[in-house]
């Protein structure tokens, strides 16, 4: 049984890592306008086209020593990092899950949710596809699971994307539609408790983050900060840990 689920990891490892290194021509191409299902990859430098040998992942970052074979421009470390955790998202799934159909479910809203990270932080816009792509998603996981009743999940939809929505109406822009969408869509995944700690989670690393920057000087207090980046997180974490980690965070309070 141990030998199984060794085996298990590292396939798992080496099947998000691939499936991490489609997110990254997914990251690349949907701001662009470029199909992802058709054509095939290419240096966004000289617009070569790749070969086999360039695309094997994290390996041909190594091999090429962080470069394009046919013009020499760097490549970013970002594409190997991504597709490292996206091997260790897979990991992570099945050992919350174990062999279990959210095992699957679970991993493939992670990789939405990171590519809805990415973009946001490159474009500052959250794509109207990736979520429709994540609403069905939502729904199957509310019918397969039904330990969160759909009144909590109806007003998960709202407990956070309405106040969102209201108060961008107060103070112009500070929230994106997109973040709105997303935290709607998400609302119904998690119930009212896990959307409320996945808000709590983005809103506390997005202020870290942005003192960060604001101490190093790389920003100032008018700068706009994705904030889908850290709303991802938040979900992410929520799905996995929302309870255990509201039960610990009320025992500090004696609750």
């Given at each position: 049984m141990k030998g199984i689920m060794i085996i298990s990891y590292v396939y798992l490892f080496v099947?998000?890592?691939?499936?991490?290194?489609?997110?990254?021509?997914?990251v690349y191409r949907v701001p662009l306008h470029i199909s992802v299902a058709k054509g095939r990859s290419f240096c966004p430098?000289?617009?070569?086209?790749?070969?086999?040998?360039?695309?094997?992942?994290?390996?041909?970052?190594?091999?090429?020593?962080?470069?394009?074979r046919y013009c020499q421009a760097a490549i970013s470390v970002r594409y190997p990092f991504v597709e490292l955790i996206?091997?260790?998202?897979?990991?992570?799934?099945?050992?919350?899950?174990?062999?279990d159909?959210?095992?699957?479910?679970?991993?493939?809203?992670?990789?939405?949710?990171?590519?809805?990270?990415l973009i946001d932080f490159d474009t500052m816009t959250i794509p109207n596809g990736l979520l429709l792509f994540l609403l069905p998603l939502a729904i199957v996981i509310a019918v397969l699971n039904p330990q969160i009743?759909?009144?909590?999940?109806s007003i998960g939809f709202?407990?956070?994307?309405?106040?969102?929505?209201?108060?961008d109406y107060i103070i112009l822009d500070c929230f994106g539609g997109g973040d709105i969408k997303m935290m709607a869509v998400c609302g119904i995944m998690l119930g009212w408790?896990?959307?409320?700690v996945a808000m709590f989670i983005g809103i506390m690393t997005c202020g870290i983050a942005a003192s960060v920057l604001l101490l190093q000087k790389k920003a100032d207090r008018k700068?706009?900060?994705?904030?889908?980046p850290y709303l991802a997180f938040g979900v992410g974490v929520a799905l996995l840990y929302g309870e255990p980690l509201l039960r610990s965070y009320l025992a500090l309070f004696g609750l």
């Open positions: 099947v998000g890592v691939c499936v991490a290194s489609f997110i990254n021509v997914v430098s000289c617009h070569h086209s790749l070969k086999a040998l360039d695309l094997i992942p994290v390996f041909s970052y190594l091999l090429l020593r962080g470069k394009c996206g091997g260790l998202l897979a990991v992570l799934c099945f050992h919350h899950y174990g062999f159909w959210m095992t699957i479910l679970s991993f493939v809203i992670f990789m939405i949710l990171l590519s809805i990270a009743d759909w009144i909590s999940r709202f407990i956070v994307s309405l106040p969102m929505y209201l108060l408790i896990n959307t409320l700068m706009h900060i994705a904030f889908g």
